[in-house]
């Protein structure tokens, strides 16, 4: 298996001319060949190590732009560890954070800093550098030092190249730790499912520190040599995509919402040009998945999760079943646990991609077992062909009276399917679901509605209790 830095080296050499990062400035996209950002990548490496972060941890918080992926590359291929987290934390977070791991320096880009900043009494070893303001001194110094310190490539895949964090830090964090080998695992089993190559043009504007992201929209680019564009503003999204023209796009159900609300020809006609628009990270609503496949656009509907470095499985092409939520991965073993009488258990997977567990928490946590297998707490049925069928959280199922699985999920979209209910909430309530809703509908319609599901619903799943909510400020609960 190749690792990081022996892939950008034979990007060098196939590809040191043509466009790599194409970022927006002044109105138009700019673009940076592979040569430059290659360079770039290897001189800020130098400096890096230079400064004594050679082996550490080094934590990345920033909007997404062409100098984050400069520093993504840089720490993973060279210097140590990337420990990327989620620019919309809070400051509580950020301790959480740097609590639950040793990072040795912290890149933040501006908008953040002040965040960071208050942070710095408790942490006042770790070094903290403004990525716009630090990043063209770093790489000047790197380039000074071309002469004088050789470069090594970080060759152990089995080293800790990357650190992820669960979403939701609400106590301490779930640290997930992968390896090279972890992270591209999956790139054969990806290729040759969709063959990604340096013809094709990505348009990237989800965040970049998810796993999903990270290692299919900017990781595997170094593998298949296609183009990226990255988004200026998600409010100029469907503008820029059209402009763009792309032909390969990750994105999730909200945003597939928000095209298919804006939809017109001209939109139609560029994701039709789409060769692979894959959708993950959440359940797509089954008839807009349909809307696009039946309007001939190769919508792929992906399920991964951090801990597996993303996916498990991932639709066909031309797949014409449109219920399932993908085809497991060749290279991976995924089993159902302790499957019901409809064969719904807990999904299980196996495989290099998985994690070798989390940090400093593997004593708390039961989601890896003495195999090292992944315990993901999803639900579904796993056909013989492998087609996969998500059927909700098995932390958030009802166990009724009579020993019958209610699923949360599913019972919360049936109400969500009526837009004048703002949310949904389905919990346990004597051993019976029960439902608090928010709404300005009045109580009368609300209980229409809520008969006319039950009258769908067998016994066991129906709604016993309804507590509804005025969407007004002061509303108060009936």
Request: glycine share 6%.
């Amino acid at each position: 298996m190749k690792c990081i830095s022996e892939y950008l080296a034979d990007d060098y050499d196939k590809w040191a001319d043509r466009p790599y990062i194409s970022t927006k400035e002044n109105g138009n996209f700019r673009s940076f060949t592979f040569r430059e950002t290659i360079d770039h990548i290897r001189a800020l490496s130098r400096s890096l190590i230079a400064r004594g972060f050679h082996h550490k941890n080094i934590m990345l918080c920033g909007e997404n732009s062409r100098e984050w992926i400069l520093l993504y590359f840089a720490v993973m291929g060279y210097v140590g560890a990337c420990v990327p987290v989620d620019r919309e934390w809070t400051a509580h977070d950020f301790q959480n954070t740097l609590s639950a791991v040793p990072v040795s320096a912290v890149f933040v880009s501006r908008s953040r800093m002040e965040r960071f900043e208050a942070l710095r009494n408790r942490f006042p070893d770790i070094p903290l550098f403004c990525i716009e303001d630090t990043l063209p001194t770093l790489i000047a110094e790197g380039k000074a030092l071309s002469s004088c310190l050789p470069l090594c490539g970080q060759t152990d895949v089995s080293r800790t190249a990357l650190i992820l964090f669960t979403s939701g830090t609400t106590n301490m964090p779930k640290a997930i730790p992968l390896t090279q080998e972890n992270l591209f695992a999956n790139w054969d089993t990806l290729y040759r499912r969709t063959p990604m190559t340096d013809r094709d043009i990505s348009y990237v504007f989800l965040p970049f520190h998810h796993v999903y992201t990270g290692v299919a929209n900017i990781l595997y680019t170094i593998v298949s040599g296609m183009q990226l564009f990255l988004c200026s503003d998600l409010n100029r999204l469907i503008p820029e995509l059209m402009e763009v023209c792309p032909t390969v796009v990750c994105t999730v159900p909200l945003f597939l919402y928000k095209m298919y609300d804006a939809m017109n020809d001209e939109l139609l006609q560029v994701l039709r040009n789409i060769r692979f628009l894959y959708c993950g990270g959440s359940f797509t609503e089954p008839d807009i998945k349909k809307y696009f496949i039946r309007q001939g656009v190769c919508l792929l509907e992906a399920y991964g999760t951090t801990e597996t470095s993303s996916v498990i499985a991932l639709a066909y092409p031309n797949d014409p079943d449109l219920a399932a939520n993908g085809v497991v991965f060749e290279n991976l073993t995924v089993r159902i646990l302790d499957p019901d009488e409809n064969g719904v258990g807990e999904i299980v997977v196996s495989g290099k991609s998985v994690s070798g567990g989390y940090i400093n928490h593997n004593d708390h946590y039961s989601d890896f077992d003495e195999s090292g297998a992944y315990h993901t707490g999803d639900l579904g049925i796993l056909a013989p062909d492998g087609h996969l069928y998500l059927k909700g959280r098995k932390k958030r199922m009802i166990l009724t009276a009579n020993g019958k699985n209610v699923y949360v999920e599913e019972l919360e979209e049936m109400f969500l399917k009526d837009p004048r209910i703002k949310t949904a909430a389905v919990f346990e309530e004597n051993h019976h679901p029960a439902v608090s809703i928010v709404s300005d509908l009045p109580e009368e319609d609300v209980r229409e509605y809520l008969a006319e599901i039950n009258r769908n619903l067998p016994r066991f799943k129906q709604i016993r209790k309804l507590y509804l909510k005025p969407d007004t400020p002061g509303g108060r609960i009936k």
